[in-house]
T-cell receptor, first 116, second 113 residues
Framework: DTAVSQTPKYLVTQMGNDKSIKCEQN?????MYWYKQDSKKFLKIMFS???????INETVPNRFSPKSPDKAHLNLHINSLELGDSAVYFC???????????????FGPGTRLTVL | QQQVKQSPQSLIVQKGGISIINCAYE??????FPWYQQFPGKGPALLIA?????SEKKEGRFTISFNKSAKQFSLHIMDSQPGDSATYFC????????????FGDGTTLTVKP
């Protein structure tokens, strides 16, 4: 009964390749996020979707394209991978603030991306 | 512009000691201040959270102290245990449907036996 799941857990690929990471949440949340955690453990938001609509797009190269087929899924596609893309990518979800619920983020287990 | 500043970057405490991690924020519109705990190879998970209408919240050995006028909040871990060794993130968010959270840079806590 995993709350937020991501696949794959590890991803090793060559520079220039295109790869995707998938995320699913079964918490019934309306909002989903992608975060990037670098080697210094800094946690930076990349994107946020609310009910399948993009609402936050931080300064992220347009090689990164999120897609939300429904509110339980948020996938991340990365084109033309670069060495600097190596990091751990976390998916997260939260309940819609409009419901009055606190904005607690529920994180997935992460996908460690290594670009060679 | 970093809206939530966290210190120290790393902390080493002896077993049984008190661990204190501090955060300062800038945006007075923030209305929710959670702390997340992250173990190696895992995602961050909510540890404890506070709203600005209270000055302190305690859950077991973990306490958040909140100073609204100073725009600061801190996490205190009493009787620190080796199992508390992890990275701790403070965060802040405000009441919009976007629900964006701003995270501190993290503190790596090591509790020595």
């Amino acid at each position: 009964d995993t709350a937020v799941s991501q696949t794959p857990k590890y991803l090793v690929t060559q520079m220039g390749n295109d790869k995707s990471i998938k995320c699913e949440q079964n918490l019934g949340h309306d909002t989903m996020y992608w975060y990037k955690q670098d080697s210094k453990k800094f946690l930076k938001i990349m994107f946020s979707y609310n009910n399948k609509e993009l609402i936050i797009n931080e300064t992220v190269p347009n090689r990164f394209s999120p897609k939300s087929p429904d509110k339980a899924h948020l996938n991340l596609h990365i084109n033309s991978l670069e060495l600097g893309d190596s990091a751990v990518y976390f998916c997260a979800s939260s309940q819609d603030r409009g419901s009055g619920a606190p904005n607690t983020q529920y994180f997935g287990p992460g996908t460690r991306l290594t670009v060679l | 512009q970093q809206q939530v500043k966290q210190s120290p970057q790393s902390l080493i405490v002896q077993k049984g000691g008190i661990s204190i991690i501090n955060c300062a924020y800038e945006n007075t519109a923030f209305d929710y201040f959670p702390w997340y705990q992250q173990f190696p190879g895992k995602g961050p998970a909510l540890l404890i959270a506070i709203r600005p209408d209270v000055s302190e919240k305690k859950e077991g050995r973990f306490t958040i102290s909140f100073n609204k006028s100073a725009k600061q909040f801190s996490l205190h871990i009493m009787d620190s245990q080796p199992g508390d060794s992890a990275t701790y993130f403070c965060a802040a968010s405000y009441n919009t449907n976007a629900g964006k959270s701003t995270f501190g840079d993290g503190t790596t806590l090591t509790v020595k036996p």
